[in-house]
């Protein structure tokens, strides 16, 4: 994590960094805030870069990660690693059950890893969740993610660095 937050810091202005950081699956919005807290982006600032780096990816993946998965299942030398993004979903989707939007929001809001908007749409997905109700449900989710992840970064000074 730290490879990717130098390699960041060394390339681009902080501010442009941050955002980058967030749009990043696995990482997200997460990594966006500590970044941003340890550059010393101010907090408002960073909360607004890290928010919509974030969620910019998210309609896409909601649009077309089905119809990239179908074709991407069709060559041998991918469907292994979409075998393991399906199974990593399906077993997402277990856990939220017949919960599917607040399980949808819960799994998205809770900042571990493994969790996020990225995980979220990829859930919705396999769902078959319409995008107009998975959308505002990870938008919100990830905006609870922003929440938490700024209170740590930003409330509670040395918990990261």
Same mark, same amino acid.
């Given at each position: 994590?730290?490879?990717?937050?130098?390699?960041?810091?060394?390339?681009? +202005? =902080?501010?442009l960094?941050?955002?980058? #950081?967030?749009?990043?699956?696995?990482?997200?919005? &997460?990594? /966006?805030?500590?970044f941003?807290?340890?550059v010393?982006?101010? %907090? @408002?600032? @960073?909360?607004?870069?890290c928010?919509?780096?974030?969620?910019l990816p998210? =309609?896409?993946?909601? !649009?077309?990660?089905?119809?990239? !998965?179908?074709?991407?299942?069709r060559? &041998? !030398?991918?469907? &292994?690693?979409?075998r393991w993004v399906?199974d990593?979903?399906?077993?997402?989707?277990?856990?939220l059950?017949?919960?599917?939007? *607040?399980?949808l %929001? #819960? %799994?998205?809001?809770? +900042?571990?890893?493994?969790?996020?908007?990225?995980?979220?749409?990829?859930?919705?997905?396999? *769902?078959?969740?319409?995008?107009?109700?998975?959308? +505002?449900t990870? @938008?919100? /989710?990830?905006?609870?993610?922003g929440?938490?992840?700024? %209170?740590?970064?930003?409330?509670? =000074?040395? !918990?990261?660095?």
């Open positions: 994590m730290s490879q990717i937050y130098d390699f960041f810091a060394n390339h681009f +202005p =902080p501010e960094a941050a955002f980058i #950081i967030s749009m990043l699956p696995l990482v997200e919005l &997460r990594g /966006g805030i500590i941003s807290s340890v010393g982006i101010p %907090f @408002a600032e @960073a909360f607004v870069l928010y919509l780096g974030n969620i998210i =309609p896409f993946i909601l !649009l077309f990660l089905r119809k990239i !998965l179908t074709l991407l299942e060559w &041998r !030398l991918t469907s &292994r690693l979409v399906e990593k979903g399906q077993r997402a989707a277990k856990k059950g017949r919960y599917d939007k *607040l399980g %929001f #819960i %799994f998205v809001a809770i +900042p571990l890893p493994g969790t996020g908007g990225w995980t979220g749409s990829l859930v919705s997905v396999l *769902l078959d969740l319409q995008i107009r109700r998975a959308f +505002p990870i @938008a919100l /989710g990830v905006l609870t993610a929440g938490i992840m700024s %209170f740590f970064a930003y409330f509670i =000074p040395g !918990l990261f660095f």
